[in-house]
Nanobody, 124 residues
Framework: HVQLVESGGGSVQAGESLTLSCVVS????????MGWFRQAPGKEREAVAA???????RYADSVKGRFTISKDNAKSTLYLQMNSLNPEDTAMYYC???????????????????WGQGTQVTVS
């Protein structure tokens, strides 16, 4: 049974940084595609960043240059380093995983079968 647990969210001021973490259990973490998605109130879920099993990364245009996705295989943990946060980044952030996603679709939420419960990020 695959479980994903996010942490690290909080309330910050514009321009500050946060690092989100997602601990994965019950899966061969190293062989999974991983992604971060977010959903603001009244808006659809959108991709933030994704990491393919080949270590290829992709980012949404809105976060390029500010956010960095990474992982620590020894800790089965996915990270999202978020710098220069602005109020438009306010959302619930979700971690997602799946063992088989074509590299061209790693930013598509419907390709992921496993999701965490989310962690709230509020920027004012």
């Amino acid at each position: 049974h695959v479980q994903l647990v996010e942490s690290g969210g909080g309330s910050v001021q514009a321009g500050e940084s946060l690092t989100l973490s997602c601990v994965v259990s019950g899966a061969k973490y190293q062989s999974y595609c991983m992604g971060w998605f977010r959903q603001a109130p009244g808006k659809e879920r959108e991709a933030v960043a994704a990491l393919h099993v080949t270590s290829f990364t992709r980012y949404a245009d809105s976060v390029k240059g500010r956010f960095t996705i990474s992982k620590d295989n020894a800790k089965s943990t996915l990270y999202l380093q978020m710098n220069s946060l602005n109020p438009e980044d306010t959302a619930m952030y979700y971690c997602a995983a799946d063992p088989s996603i074509w590299i061209g679709k790693i930013l598509q939420a419907n390709e992921y079968n496993y999701w965490g419960q989310g962690t709230q990020v509020t920027v004012s």
